[in-house]
Nanobody, 119 residues
Framework: QVQLVESGGGLVQAGGSLRLSCAVS????????MGWYRQAPGKQRELVAG???????NYADFVKGRFTISRDNAKNTVFLQMNSLKPEDTAVYYC?????????????WGQGTQVTVSS
């Protein structure tokens, strides 16, 4: 059974930093793109950052220069380093992975981790 397990969320003051991790486990052939999304109360889920299988990254404008996405292919893990956090970054952050498994290519989601930034 494939699982995405996130960690690293929490409460931080504005200007602080957090590092999120998302580890993929289970029977997989390959991990293609991975990404982080977030959803604040009353708002739609939105893309924060993505990283391709070859390491190409893309960021939402509202996190450029503050957040960095990276991946450790040996550990099937993607990270999101979040610096200079703002209260408006408060949301549940979800990991997303485009996987190739036995039945084909499909997208999995993590359970989400809460990030709260106090002013």
């Amino acid at each position: 059974q494939v699982q995405l397990v996130e960690s690293g969320g929490g409460l931080v003051q504005a200007g602080g930093s957090l590092r999120l991790s998302c580890a993929v486990s289970g029977s997989i052939f390959s991990i293609n793109g991975m990404g982080w999304y977030r959803q604040a109360p009353g708002k739609q889920r939105e893309l924060v950052a993505g990283i391709s299988g070859r390491g190409r990254t893309n960021y939402a404008d509202f996190v450029k220069g503050r957040f960095t996405i990276s991946r450790d292919n040996a550990k099937n893990t993607v990270f999101l380093q979040m610096n200079s956090l703002k209260p408006e970054d408060t949301a549940v952050y979800y990991c997303n992975a485009d996987l190739t498994i036995m039945v084909g290519r499909t997208v999995y989601w993590g359970q989400g981790t809460q990030v709260t930034v106090s002013s």
